[in-house]
């Protein structure tokens, strides 16, 4: 008995034990008959991980036992024992949670997860569990036993009707930097926080380019939580750059490997302190208005997950990036069951991604890839192979060990993100490798060709990656030559197609054989095609919807396919970067606009594209070259001769420096020294070289001029 209390005082510390909105499911359970509220309070957990499908049974025994007036209190729902993941049951759960929640708050302490991974029991986070009664009251009333929303209650009496708001920040008119807000009275939650690289003709230097949250900053003190679908670049990449900005403590909810490729950011960016969060298909986050449940989607990389967002009005689906693959490499299909309960039980607003809208039927099954392999690697018994492909795909990855295993052959892992991707996904075993299989490529230089595979990043032909270097003569550590086949098991995304194609160019070039996708089913796509998108239009049958995740024509097609399975229009509403949705039970709005728009960073510095003068800078250096000119003055003259010197500037027959000289000087010398400043002198200056040398050259440099005082 003593060691049964002590387990629990341990569950609750991390996050796992019946919580407080448990038994709130009780309670209300006793007096629920009707389905649909007695799924919006089940298997819900505050702050935590804790619960997974298998409490739905626990619903459904909770349900029993509620309609015939059987009292509950001999069997409390199955909770997860955190270590091992075991079904267990606890007697006297009251007596223990309250002594566990005691121990939480008296000692902060860091809190060891499940991945082994220590999350600091902050001062939010000790709230939070201190106030998780009047949270779970609360909660109550808003979907409480009779089912009588608060909100709803205000919206019959038409009066005090507060909208929740859904404010897209990123990733509608676009692919990429994905980031939703959704708020209600004083509590928002962000959806993704992700990135886009820059496009090089009009950023030039910019490492990222994330969302302007602006908004968020400005209600920093309501942002309860933020919530990750994936650990993809377009949805996790600007996580660092919002976490620096928001309250400290703030948690960030994930599946495992999604929190652990986030971490490696905020662990660059030096980005400590951040509650992680793991969470699993079928777990319940209750979140001031709102209650997250987890569900399980596929995608092109382990631990995709949609969210099924309970507000006061209803229910939000946000799709994630998924496709359907019913016979996945690993892991489970989509659950499909649980988005059609969804949609029975009413979903009021479907966010939908739009990547492949333009894609008819549907979207391959990734063990179709597997068996392009088995050809290419019985076809290519006796060569080198080199395949290149995301390392964050996991499951390409793992189909490609297998192979590797079964034909014989070691695995050698080349780029920095392979490694780091590689080890992360062993280490919470979502890869597997049997043991003796990896190698390292420079201490294994006597392995015959047809004994290796080397698993290498750059699919993309991004400039740095492995296969690039490879390609062009520069890897030290492998020399491309004619018994080398490279497979690139990826499609180039749109704008990197060039560089791709340069890639493999050389790589031809060199003597290699080259596998791309035109020549073989070597990649399929994580995002649904049209006809994937029907079943789940068809299974959650919402009342409202906003394409997102695309370009506009991509949102636009979506919508048309909403129509086209008998949406009304004006139930569908189409955004742009900014915009803000009011949505109640029975209208969705757009808005006032929030700020919002491009950051750009570069290091350590950042600015807002919009107003970024130092883009405009740039550009203009790269356009037309630059002047610097330096004057040294004391009293009313100019001291010795002035400094000019041009960078990246083409000078033609008729620019003459000795004038351009004398111009500058000139100009200087005409200056009233008496009633003027030193900025008022650089602008006459500059403006005297300007119009000099586009008369002569009709070019117009960007003109720097100092003026020291000596
Ligand atoms: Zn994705
Ligand atoms: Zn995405």
Do not use: W
């Not at 060709?449 to 740095?464: A, F, N, Y």
């Not at 990656?465 to 018994?483: F, H, W």
């Amino acid at each position: 008995m003593k060691q049964e209390n002590q387990n629990r005082v341990q569950d609750s510390q991390n996050g796992n034990t019946e919580s407080g909105a448990q038994k709130a499911f009780r309670r209300t359970a006793k007096r629920q008959t009707g389905a649909a509220r007695t799924s919006a309070a089940k298997n819900t957990t505050e702050g935590g991980t804790a619960q997974r499908r298998t409490a739905r049974s626990g619903g459904r025994t909770a349900k029993k036992a509620g309609g015939s007036g059987t009292s509950m209190n001999a069997s409390y729902l199955p909770v997860y024992d955190n270590a091992k993941r075991s079904p267990k049951t606890l007697k006297n759960a009251p007596k223990a949670e309250e002594s566990a929640l005691n121990n939480v708050v008296a000692n902060a302490a860091p809190v060891q997860s499940k991945t082994g991974k220590t999350f600091i029991a902050d001062a939010r986070y000790v709230r939070e569990k201190a106030n998780e009664r009047a949270m779970e009251r609360a909660y109550e009333k808003m979907y409480g036993a009779q089912g009588e929303a608060v909100a709803e209650k205000t919206s019959r009496g038409g009066r005090n009707k507060k909208p929740v708001k859904i404010i897209f920040l990123g990733g509608v008119g676009e692919i990429g930097k994905n980031m939703t807000a959704i708020e209600y009275g004083n509590d928002i939650i962000v959806v993704d926080a992700g990135l886009t690289f820059p496009n090089n003709e009009d950023m030039p230097g910019i490492d990222l380019v994330v969302p302007d949250i602006t908004y968020l900053v400005q209600h920093k003190d309501k942002v309860r939580a933020v919530f990750l679908t994936h650990g993809h670049e377009d949805h996790i990449g600007g996580v660092p750059y919002l976490m620096k900005e928001l309250n400290p403590g703030t948690p960030i909810y994930g599946t495992k490997l999604t929190l652990m490729l986030t971490d490696n950011k905020l662990q660059e960016n030096r980005i400590q302190n951040v509650p992680e969060r793991v969470v699993e298909p079928g777990d319940v986050v209750k979140m001031g208005s709102f209650a997250v449940e987890i569900v399980n989607v596929n995608h092109s990389i382990s631990g995709a997950v949609a969210l099924a967002i309970r507000t006061p009005y209803g229910l939000i689906y946000h799709s994630g990036d998924f496709k359907i693959d019913l016979t996945p490499v690993s892991g489970k299909p989509i659950d499909l069951d649980r988005i059609a309960a969804l949609g029975r039980e009413g979903v009021l607003l479907y966010l939908g991604e739009s990547t492949n809208i333009e894609r008819m039927g549907y979207t391959m099954s990734e063990t179709v890839v597997g068996t392009t392999l088995d050809h290419l690697f019985a076809e290519n018994r006796d060569r080198r192979l080199i395949v290149a492909t995301f390392a964050s795909n996991v499951h390409r990855l793992q189909q490609i060990i297998d192979r590797a295993v079964q034909y014989g052959r070691k695995v050698a892992l080349s780029g920095r993100s392979m490694l780091k991707v590689v080890d992360a996904a062993v280490k919470i075993g979502e890869l597997k490798i049997p043991e003796g299989i990896l190698v390292d490529l420079a201490k294994n230089k006597n392995l015959f060709d047809r004994e290796i595979v080397i698993l290498s990043t750059g699919s993309q032909g991004e400039p740095m990656s492995a296969l690039t270097r490879m390609a062009s003569g520069d890897s030290d550590k492998v020399t491309i030559g004619d018994n080398d086949t490279v497979i690139i098991s990826a499609s180039p995304i749109p704008g990197n197609e060039k560089m791709i194609y340069r890639v493999i160019n050389n790589l031809y070039r060199l003597g290699a054989n080259v596998v791309y996708e035109s020549l073989e089913k070597i990649h399929v796509s994580g995002h649904a095609c049209q006809e994937e998108h029907k079943i789940l239009h068809q299974l959650l049958s919402p009342k409202f919807f906003i394409p997102i995740h695309g370009e506009y024509r991509h949102l636009k097609k979506h919508a048309l396919l909403a129509q086209e399975m008998g949406m009304p229009a004006k139930n569908i509403c189409i955004a742009d970067i900014g915009n803000c949705f009011e949505l109640t039970d029975r209208s969705l709005v757009q808005g006032e606009n929030v700020t919002a728009g491009t950051r750009l960073i570069d290091g350590e510095g950042f600015e807002d594209y919009g107003t970024s003068e130092v883009m405009k800078d740039r550009l203009k250096f790269a356009a037309e070259g630059v002047f610097f000119v330096s004057l040294a003055v004391t009293g009313n003259y100019v001291v010795g001769e002035p400094v000019i010197d041009s960078h990246g500037f083409m000078f033609g027959e008729q620019m003459d420096m000795a004038e351009a000289y004398d111009v500058v000087k000139k100009a200087a010398d005409a200056y009233d020294y008496e009633n003027g400043t030193k900025e008022e002198l650089s602008v006459a200056v500059r403006k005297a070289l300007k119009n000099y040398v586009f008369k002569k050259t009709k070019q117009s440099p960007f003109i720097v001029v100092s003026v020291v005082e000596v």
